[in-house]
């Protein structure tokens, strides 16, 4: 990693991190300072390269021992904003979790343990160790005092989703780390493909499987297979970004059912699934519309070429042309087309004040 001086084009500074599991996420905890998520933790002063270090294992070398599942693509990032980056044809990656900063601390799970890290420092203020050849991709999230990890059981050759290590759900003292209960997650043969949570349970997706856990407790709830039809499998809970149009206004999924799942399958369709685990409707592949930014106050909805401008209610604004990968600048809405850079000045086009 290199800082370049852009008046010179010289380096002024340079830091050489461990990717060999891939870089897996990068963010700012202050103006000057970013953390680096690529085999373990790395804080890096932007001015001077400097900053600490904390290692950990976030893959595995030998994959000769493992069965390899379907092949599945990369999330699409309007549907779930998920990516993954990996070195090398031989090496599992993609085996540690989502990074959770809040106030000093930092928080990560590896294929190894659970840690939580001073932010400023890097030392560790605990970790708990996970059973041995159990961890993999996992998601974290808190709740007041508690800590809990998702372990999804899947990691990533290349592109493709491979089995690691086995489903569960623990629970952790956010402050001192002590493992509150686990619960392990039978799920046929397949991994967890994903995680919501509503009110007190956790919804899990596992292949066609969705399985209800009790966030207090860990206890199973309940589950079903759901299957919409005979072609089409499931793959992912969406994001909340989905919208569709419902009596002339154009509203989020997650606005009109807040208690429903959402799930997208193979053909690029989304089931809304109720709370008893039934499908309710199914929408198209061709009526979906994805939001992806904000100005003004106005919403920024994207359906195929075009972006449709609303107000919070729904309502149609105004309509240009413009994708989903444009950005904003100031009021000026910044887009490509094939052989044009296409500027578009939101506030004379929306008389906003």
Request: glycine share 8%; hydrophobic share 40%; charged share 20%.
């Amino acid at each position: 990693m290199r800082g370049i001086d852009l008046s010179s084009g010289k380096v002024v500074w340079e830091r050489i991190l461990g990717h060999k599991y891939g870089w897996n996420d990068l963010f700012y905890i202050n103006d000057s300072i970013v953390v680096i998520a690529s085999s373990g933790l790395h804080a890096v002063n932007l001015r001077t390269g400097r900053g600490w270090d904390y290692h950990a294992i976030a893959g595995k070398n030998d994959y000769t021992s493992m069965a390899a599942a379907n092949a599945a693509g990369l999330a699409l990032g309007l549907l779930t904003g998920a990516f993954v980056m990996t070195t090398g044809h031989d090496i599992v990656t993609g085996l540690v979790s989502n990074v959770i900063l809040e106030d000093s601390s930092l928080y990560m799970a590896t294929r190894e343990e659970i840690v939580c890290l001073d932010k400023n420092t890097g030392k560790s203020a605990w970790r708990y160790p996970l059973p041995k050849d159990m961890g993999s991709n996992s998601s974290l999230f808190y709740d007041d005092d508690k800590l809990y990890l998702i372990n999804y059981g899947f990691g990533y050759l290349g592109y493709r989703k491979v089995k690691v290590g086995e489903p569960f759900l623990a629970v952790f003292d956010k402050a001192t780390g002590t493992q509150e209960y686990v619960s392990f997650i039978n799920t046929l043969k397949d991994p967890v493909s994903g995680h919501e949570v509503i009110d007190d349970e956790i919804y899990l997706l596992s292949g066609n499987l969705i399985s209800v856990y009790s966030i207090n407790d860990g206890y199973k709830r309940d589950e079903k297979v759901i299957e919409p039809d005979s072609e089409n499998s499931l793959e992912y809970f969406t994001g909340s970004n989905i919208f569709i149009e419902r009596d002339g206004r154009i509203q989020s999924l997650f606005e009109l059912w807040p208690g429903n799942l959402f799930i997208l399958n193979s053909a690029g369709n989304i089931h809304s699934v109720n709370s008893q685990l039934k499908v309710e409707e199914t929408f198209l592949k061709e009526d979906l519309m994805f939001y992806h930014n904000n100005y003004s106050g106005y919403r920024l909805i994207s359906k195929d070429d075009n972006c449709i401008v609303t107000d919070n209610y729904g309502n149609r604004i105004a309509e240009f042309k413009a994708s989903a990968a444009s950005i904003i600048q100031g009021d000026i809405l910044i887009d490509k087309s094939e052989d044009a850079l296409v500027l578009i000045n939101l506030k004379d086009a929306l008389n906003a004040d």
